[in-house]
């Protein structure tokens, strides 16, 4: 049990860094977990459960980036509720000036309509980046196709995947449906035939899943790469930086954003900020170098 004394010489800066919150109360904590993806195994979640019932009032909350966080302990408690959580493998999520837990869509094989494995991507991501020490938070997001159901562009590096359409005309029957389809009237039918208006198209492949004969075919995809982007006190959407890249250049780019946010980033200063205080030239001459 801790003392007043005792308590007073608390390192709450420390305990934050390791998912360790301080609530209202100076007494009370809660513990943040790290769900990769907004993802968990179903035998986890007694574990979960016990926990929070054991050592805390028997509640759990939902966090806005997909996480759990266990409330009402007090920190005499927390070591073995850490201990606890540990033996059933579930990571504390990092908190602070930090790279946080990436949040993403279900992605294939589970939505419909879904152009890339947004959950393995987010793994990728995490087992990286996860709990770096950085100038200020650092949040990622991926997002398995251009309805950005996670909300890419909302976070310091966004992923969204997309797709661009090709037409094998000598396979198309002329039906028209993908234009009905195209919401975005991406299409327009020239000859009988359907015809792209690039302007338009926002890659979200839904011709080429709705085409009776396939004749609609994936040209390239990838993924669109938004940076720059947070809610909070001053939102502010990411600007686009790249597009049909792959997992592994995805990695490369968060790498390089990285290390661009290390040296030219103050303390406490978002990435945002310190990419419209560098300028966007400089950033993408930084990022999107070769080698």
Known sequence: MTTPDSSSRIDYASLKSGGIIMQRE???????????????????????????????????????????????????????????????????????????????????????????????????????????????????????????????????????????????????????????????????????RPVLKGDRCIYCADCIDCCPTSAWKAEKSGYLVYAGGRMGRRPMLGKKIADFVDEEQGMKVIHRCLDFYRQYGNRRERFGDVIIRAGMDEFLDFVMKEG
């Not at 602070?96 to 152009?115: D, E, Y």
């Not at 995490?126 to 938070?137: A, E, I, T, Y």
């Not at 890419?152 to 590096?157: G, K, L, M, R, T």
């Not at 028209?176 to 327009?188: G, H, K, P, Q, Y």
């Open 26 to 192: 100076d007494e009370f904590f809660a513990i943040r977990l790290n769900l990769t993806g907004g993802t968990i195994s179903a035998d986890k979640l007694p574990r979960i459960a016990e926990v929070a019932q054991r050592y805390g009032r028997g509640e759990v909350r939902l966090t806005a980036r997909q996480g759990i966080e266990i409330p009402w302990i007090k920190f005499e408690y927390i070591e073995a509720a850490r201990k606890s959580l540990a033996e059933a493998s579930l990571a504390l999520g990092p908190c602070g000036a930090r790279f946080r837990a990436v949040t993403a869509c279900p992605g294939l094989p589970i939505c419909k309509k879904a152009l890339a494995d947004s959950q393995r991507f987010a793994r990728m991501i995490d087992s990286r980046f996860s709990g770096l020490d950085l100038p200020d938070k650092f949040k990622a997001t991926v997002s398995a196709c251009p309805n950005a159901c996670s909300r890419p562009f909302e976070s310091d590096i966004g992923f969204c995947a997309m797709a661009e359409p090709r037409l094998e005309r000598d396979d198309c029957n002329g039906c028209s449906l993908c234009l009905d389809i195209c919401r975005e009237e991406a299409l327009t039918l020239e000859d009988g």
